[in-house]
């Protein structure tokens, strides 16, 4: 038990830090399925796409915060693609995520002229913003959790505006809401970017963190943020669109504490994936087992 101790509060902030920066990826994991119930997959290609851009725009000699926006910008635009090529063509939206992240990861080595790029010798925008104590680890978590809360707080401010019930309301009831005379076409491109820019603005603030950006980075990433996701409304609920906008950060950090718990217990990381894995199948499982029922999409 000492040992398991021990070990677990070694690795705690460790994967505080990643569960704060999955908090982005859940975030835009949530728009789609839950606000659009629209099923994607994109979030597989603009992760590693974010990081990609801003790594290839720090190695150019651009400052991080810059590097980070382009980031943004990039993943904006995938999603995007995802949106236009499901509303043009009427293709299957999973179908759709898949056709963009298998192409993303061509795109992501173009970008990058290579297959990984390590940033160790560049200024990160944690040396930016946090100066001397940027080497602290609770500095830079604080720094990310900072930036999830302004994210999810302007996220909150524009789901209550008119365009953000536009939205919802598209997410609902497509055919009602085109009645009403709102966008399909608008709501769900502009939905589907910003699912793809949160998920960007993750794997940059990943590549930053971690001084190095690689084409692969993506893999699985979207199951994790399903799984903070189910983990988060398992814990918080999602009656109301506070808790529908707190419950992804929440999933993550919990998600990624119990991948700790998982470690200390001598589980190899390899099993990790399979863990995530079962780990979903049982948040989905305990609310029908209760009787309450749960849809995914």
Not at 43 to 62: M, R
Request: hydrophobic content about 60%.
């Amino acid at each position: 038990m000492t040992e398991f101790l021990h070990t677990y509060l070694n690795l705690a902030p460790v994967t505080l830090m990643q569960g704060v920066i999955y908090a982005f990826v859940a975030l835009g994991v949530m728009i789609p399925f839950r606000i659009l119930s629209f099923p994607d997959l994109t979030a597989e290609g603009s992760f590693p796409l974010g990081a990609a851009a801003a790594a290839a725009a720090i190695a150019a000699g651009l400052d991080p915060l810059t590097a980070t926006l382009i980031a943004v910008l990039a993943g904006f635009v995938a999603g995007v693609a995802t949106a236009v090529i499901h509303l043009t063509l009427r293709l299957n939206t999973l179908l759709c995520g898949i056709i963009v992240l298998t192409m993303l990861f061509s795109i992501n080595i173009r970008i990058l002229g290579k297959p990984n790029q390590p940033l160790f010798s560049y200024e990160m925008i944690f040396d930016m913003i946090l100066g001397p104590f940027s080497s602290l680890l609770w500095w830079q978590i604080g720094l990310v959790g900072v930036l999830v809360v302004v994210f999810s707080g302007l996220l909150l401010v524009f789901l209550k505006t008119e365009a953000g019930l536009a939205m919802r309301a598209v997410g609902a009831n497509s055919r009602m809401a085109s009645a009403q005379g709102i966008s399909i076409w608008r709501q769900t491109i502009l939905g589907i970017g910003l699912a793809g820019a949160m998920c960007a603005m993750g794997g940059a603030v990943m590549a930053q963190n971690q001084s190095f950006a690689d084409v692969n980075m993506g893999f699985g990433v979207l199951l994790n943020g399903l799984a903070a996701l189910i983990v988060g409304e398992t814990i918080v609920g999602r009656r109301t669109m506070l808790q529908q906008v707190i419950a992804p950060a929440v999933g993550a950090i919990v998600y990624y504490q119990v991948i700790s718990m998982a470690l200390a217990l001598g589980l190899e990381p390899s099993d990790l994936k399979f863990l995530t894995g079962a780990f979903v199948l049982l948040m989905l499982a305990i609310p029908r087992f209760l009787g309450r029922g749960y849809a995914v999409a």
